[in-house]
């Protein structure tokens, strides 16, 4: 193990590498989610698109934001973080 390992120790971990995590993913249980939800604190959302997947014994969900615009907003990251 190479020098200093002892402060991220699990990097080192053959199970977290990015080929190791892709090949837990079962696509064949691939669906398309309901884009209109209620959040834990009671708030309506309406996403693009929401895709589930088998991560192993898990479900990983898989959000797309698709924005299209006619003009160019240089704030578009804030609207994003802050879900405008």
Known sequence: ???GSHLAPDLWNPQNTISYRVKLLDFSTLE???GHFVTDDLREREDDIIWRVRWGKRW???YLLIEFQSSTDRFMAVRIHLGF
Do not use: I, V
Request: proline content about 11%.
């Open 1 to 3: 193990m190479p020098q």
């Open 32 to 34: 398309k989610q309901n």
């Open 60 to 62: 990983l969900y898989a």
